[in-house]
Nanobody
Framework: QVQLVESGGGLVQAGESLSLSCAAS????????MGWFRQAPGKEREFVAA????????DYADSVKDRFTISRDNAKNTVYLQMNSLKPEDTAVYFC?????????????????WGQGTQVTVSS
């Protein structure tokens, strides 16, 4: 069982940066690939970024590539999402997720555990 707690959301203006963290419980964090997803009001949950269990492989949605960076610290059981050059369309609840596999994945069904989400609001 893995419990995930996101933090770092908030209200920023367009062009600013925000950093999200996701702290995981349990001793086997390094056995899980991690992902960030987001869900805007009235829309389906969508993939944002993912990282393999080693941290050597990452993947990004086209909409955030070159603006967002996913990273992890297995010693701290934490995954991060650095978000730069934020746009109003990035406004959403951001969720982190853990999947017990080595490779990163874009697919919601490949993740076993989810956090409660953190709100990110970008004003224009």
């Amino acid at each position: 069982q893995v419990q995930l707690v996101e933090s770092g959301g908030g209200l920023v203006q367009a062009g600013e940066s925000l950093s999200l963290s996701c702290a995981a419980s349990g001793r086997t964090f390094s056995a899980y690939a991690m992902g960030w997803f987001r869900q805007a009001p009235g829309k389906e949950r969508e993939f944002v970024a993912a990282i393999s269990w080693s941290g050597r492989s990452t993947d990004y949605a086209d909409s955030v590539k070159d603006r967002f960076t996913i990273s992890r610290d297995n010693a701290k059981n934490t995954v991060y999402l650095q978000m730069n050059s934020l746009k109003p369309e990035d406004t959403a609840v951001y969720f982190c997720a853990a999947g017990k596999r080595s490779y990163s994945s874009r697919w919601i069904h490949e993740y076993d555990y989810w956090g409660q989400g953190t709100q990110v609001t970008v004003s224009s």
